[in-house]
């Protein structure tokens, strides 16, 4: 018998790839070289790295430091290199790093702006990460918008604790009246008697007990107030502040009664149509005027009121958006288990809405916190303000790569990190297939 | 045996207007009505008083007196014994000028950038996304400021082109100066509005090469109809390149030549340049940063907008025997445009309003001239700002009219 065919009984051993498709080799084929236009791209683009990074790197590194003005630095670079042509005078912010970080404030007083910032940290970590962190954390969060105003401008602990006082006379008010009167009357007593205390009573109350009990520390006036302090300080506020403003009118949007649907349209489009510095002319130059007549109160405050209601109609558009993106059957499904107006809101509506539009709103942060900076324009020293006070002054005249750099890096450094948050977070949250 | 009958009419109650949800929400809406009329009625009612505790009613006299100071970077003729309206005036021509620039450069940067991102090269992608990042997370502030540092103290004095004296284009840390165009046989200029505040030139010259621009595109269109006919009758598409090369460009050189349009360059003459179009620092800073900035904010959205057509649409269209360049031009970029128009209009409406920063860099838009000078000089804050915000107000509405028109049309039609 002869053998017709041959059969194989055993597999042969997989060969290795060809050599320039695997490795490094094969990589740089595929990413760098795959075609004649990509490769000159790649030349082009590494020429251009190479001309920045010779520029930017002896910039950086054969600096200068410690000196006290441009003129001494200049001198400096001439000894060590010859030119005063590409290398960094460091000194600026050697020198004024503390004044571009705190402003005018106090420099035995810093402490109490890092216990404020360190306070926000852990305030904000229960809200960031819900998961990790124990829940009696979020009594820290809720204590935090009357400490962290105190710790920075100082004064009677008293005045504080009647604002927050006024909080829980309006909760021991609808607790009271709601079983007893409905929930409408309980509503409008729970507004009426705190706005009462606040303007007739708390003034006085805090006035009397500060005077049995002075407990107080050293007062801080707001003009001291400066530098990226105040840049955080101003988007912590206006960040906060605006996401509920931004809730109620985004439902005052899409609601059904007409009246307040134009009110809210008119409010959000007439901001969202203006610049944000025409707004903050109106804060320096033009609320006292709408105000009784002596009204006079802190300019920081009244930049504080005029970014939060411009970041609020931002807000509420992005959270329209993410209202309009929900299915109506959602809308349907909670009419269909008999929940309420605010019930659905609460429990379906509103924590789904929020979800769709997180990188929405976490840009809206972003971008309210860098605008922030427009504050200088009026007059105040944040820290573009303050680079132009240091830029005018003799020593450093002529200066601005350095300062606009390290300017430059405390806004990347959090914008950055926002942005990266808010990617973890979809993640988080991404509960869908 | 039942009947069926009526309910009886409930007669009306006054706890209906609080528990019956058929009359709450009229409930609602008066409480809401009557409350924003009151604080309405009591801000404004401040607000006289107020004013007349200062001594200065409403009053928009003040438009009317010489405004006495120059603004110098300026389209329409414009001298300091002017009016503050004309100075205002000036100022929105300013604004709309460093808009209109803006918002072309930092499309063409941002789509550009846009695609790039998408690059299969990964070094150009990954160059492009630091940019994107770098830009979008620092505050456009900050590239204002930084940008006429730059523009101010990076560039030469004029006195560094002694020998030179002229060029195309030239640098200094006084400005740009680029060539203007000269008509020696010049048709004049149309004087509108007399001379009132708002008194515009036009010129003669262009409104004559936009009509025959104008009359060569319609012969253009015209030419390509008769292609597409003899294309759909006979299946062969007649070469009219060059007859459209002809129709536009001939026309356009026989007005010119009749106009005797020559080019005027800035020349040195004695420490600085003179003729020419100068472009101050201040202007070329906030267009190079407005632009830079946007264009970071723009990238994202092509980007977006691409990656979100679906690749089944690519491998359809390759089905179909399409080749690539014909894949994207047909199938996915009419597809993008509608997902990228959108936010496109509103990071135009951004870049229009973070022009009013010009004030930083002492460009006299509309806020350096009615929201600056003329607020300090005359102390009318609330009469200027309340007009500063209508301009915005006008030009942001009348943008994103624009472009939602031009929206609806690109938009998908369904059903």
Known sequence: MTQQAFVRTEMLPEKVPPASTVGVVGWLRENLFSSWGNSVLTVISLAAIWYVFSGVLPWIFQSVSGTASLTECREVMNETWGSTHGHACWSVVNERWLQLLYGFYPDHLYWRVNLALVLTLLALAPVLFSQQMPRQMIWLTALYPFIMPWLLWGGSIWGPVMVALGFLLGYAAYRILEPIAGSLVAVIAAIAAPVAWWFLLSGSAAGAIDGLVPLGIEAVESRKFGGFMLAVLLGIVAIGCSLPIGIVLALGRQSDLMLVKALCVGFIEFIRGVPLITLLFVASLLLNLFLPPGTNFDIILRVMIMMTLFAAAYMAEVIRGGLAALPKGQYEGADSLGLNYWQAQRLIIMPQALKISIPGIVSTFIGIFKDTTLVSIIGLFDVIGLAGAIRADTAWNGIYWELFAFIALLFFIVCFSMSRYSMYLERKLHTGH | ?415
């Open chain 2, 1 to 415: 045996m039942t009947t069926l009958t009526d309910p009886p009419k409930e007669s009306f109650r006054l706890g209906m207007l609080i528990y019956d949800t058929r009359y709450r929400s009229m409930t609602i809406q008066a409480v809401a009505m009557l409350g924003f009329m009151l604080l309405a009625a009591w801000l404004i009612n401040n607000t006289l008083t107020n004013l007349n505790t200062l001594g200065k009613p409403i009053d928009l006299g003040f438009l009317g007196e010489p405004a006495s100071y120059d603004i110098n970077q300026r389209l329409l003729d414009y001298n300091s014994r002017d009016t503050h309206l004309r100075a205002a005036f000036i100022g929105i021509l300013n604004t709309l000028l460093v808009a209109v620039l803006g918002c072309l450069a930092a499309t063409v940067i941002g789509v550009l950038v846009g695609v790039l991102r998408l690059s299969k090269n990964w070094l150009v992608a990954r160059i492009m996304t630091v940019y994107v990042e770098t830009f979008r997370n620092v505050p456009v502030l900050l590239w204002i400021v930084l940008a006429l540092a730059i523009v101010t103290e990076a560039t030469p004095h004029p006195r560094t082109y002694k020998g030179v004296e002229t060029g195309w284009f030239i640098i200094t840390n006084r400005g740009a100066y680029l060539p203007e165009a000269l008509f020696s046989r010049s048709l004049g200029d149309i004087h509108l509005f007399g001379a009132s505040s708002l008194r515009f030139d036009v010129s003669l010259d262009l409104i004559v090469l936009l009509v025959v621009l104008a009359a060569s595109i319609f012969g253009v269109r015209k030419v390509n109809a008769r292609a597409n006919r003899i294309q759909a009758s006979t299946g062969d598409r007649p070469t009219t390149w060059h007859v459209n090369l002809a129709i536009v460009f001939v026309p356009l050189i026989v007005v010119l030549t009749a106009l005797g349009f020559h080019l005027g360059y800035a020349e040195l003459k004695g420490f600085n340049f003179k003729g020419g179009t100068h472009l101050r620092n201040s202007l070329i800073a906030l267009w190079a940063a407005l632009s830079l900035y946007t264009a970071a904010f723009i990238a994202e959205i092509v980007r977006g907008g691409i990656l979100a057509i679906s690749h089944g649409q690519t491998e359809a269209a390759s089905a179909l025997g399409l080749r690539p360049n014909k894949t994207m031009r047909l199938v996915i970029l009419p597809q993008a445009l509608r997902v990228i128009i959108p936010p496109m209009i509103s990071n135009y409406l951004n870049l229009t309003k973070n022009s009013s920063l010009a004030i930083a860099v002492g460009y006299m838009d509309i806020t350096g001239t009615l929201g600056g000078i003329t607020m300090n000089q005359t102390g009318r804050e609330l009469e200027c700002v309340l007009m500063l915000m209508g301009c915005y107000l006008l030009i942001s509405l009348s943008i994103s009219a624009v472009m939602n028109w031009y929206n609806t049309r690109v938009a998908l039609v369904e059903r």
